[in-house]
């Protein structure tokens, strides 16, 4: 385990060179995002620089208006950079593809379509052309990886926000994405759903291993699923202000990392970064 000094000590430069070391798999370069308003140019994002590694887990964490979700539709290719580049496997990204997957907070399931066709409707949508056994099979697949066969015919008005999100969440990776994007995916479900598809998702992240960009307002949430936390400093322009390195090993169990001191060290070091160093002018 990284000692306390190393972890707690975050060095940006350091901690893109050694992922970079890893693997140039998506690179994201002297990133600017500006957007022309009736006062003039409004900068949301500045000169961002981060480099993941493939079968990374990297969590983005900040302050409401930081450009979090901005960052990741440039990722997904929703939207395109002022300045800079980010760039998969050194191809540059300009438009959205299904190596690339977004699961939304709100889910973007079609609701007069059943669990089973939403996912269905992904995969005929990459692969026309496999056989309709193997696209249907490909579906129970992931149904069944998420816990949901027995709801394949129930649209999204029966089923609770959990089985929603996990419908979105198969629905991503029945395609086999080589970077999933999730945006807050689990901030609108009650505590212990919450902490069921956390579980979930780490479990299916070690079976498949994509790389994964997560955002999150839970720190908690990031120092389980993490391997690293990108925390961003507060809008306008709007940067990378630290990379913590999240120390403990998989796979992991949720109450034995609870149990050591250095996940409250982990904890307090993010904390203090948001709420006494980035505060918002409302935050006392």
């Known amino acids: 385990m990284t000692t306390a000094k190393s972890t707690l000590m975050p060095n940006r430069t350091a901690a893109n060179q ?145 089985m929603k999100q996990r419908v979105a969440i198969a629905r991503a990776l029945s395609i086999r994405p080589e970077v999933l994007i999730l945006d ?16 979930e998702l780490l479990k299916i992240w070690n079976d498949h291993r994509c790389t994964v960009l997560m955002i999150t307002h839970d720190i908690d949430e990031a120092l389980f699923l993490a391997d690293r936390l990108v925390m961003m400093t507060n809008g306008p322009a709007a940067n990378i202000g630290e990379i913590m390195t999240i120390p403990f090993g998989r796979p992991r169990d949720r109450a034995r990392i609870m149990e050591d001191p250095q996940y409250y060290k982990l904890r307090n070091y993010a904390l203090d970064f948001l709420y006494n160093r980035f505060a918002h002018d409302d935050v006392g």
């Open 18 to 162: 050694s992922a970079a070391s890893r693997s140039s798999f998506l690179d994201i370069s002297q990133l600017s995002k500006v957007y022309p308003t009736s006062e003039g140019p409004f900068t949301v994002l500045e000169d961002v620089n981060l480099q993941v590694a493939e079968g990374e887990f990297i969590c983005v964490i900040g302050h409401s208006g930081c450009g979090k979700s901005t960052l990741l539709d440039m990722v997904s290719g929703f939207n395109h950079p002022t300045a800079g580049t980010v760039s998969l496997r050194g191809q540059s990204i300009v438009k959205p593809g299904p190596d690339r997957m977004v699961v939304f907070q709100g889910y973007a399931l079609l609701p007069w379509l059943t669990a089973f066709e939403n996912i269905y409707l992904a995969v005929d949508s990459v692969w026309p052309n496999k056989p309709e056994a193997e696209k249907r099979s490909i579906v129970r697949e992931h149904l069944a990886m998420v816990g949901l066969e027995e709801a394949a015919d129930k649209r999204p008005p029966q089923i609770s926000g959990g």
């Open 184 to 199: 807050e995916p689990f901030g609108a479900l009650d505590a212990i759903t919450k902490e069921e598809l956390q579980e």
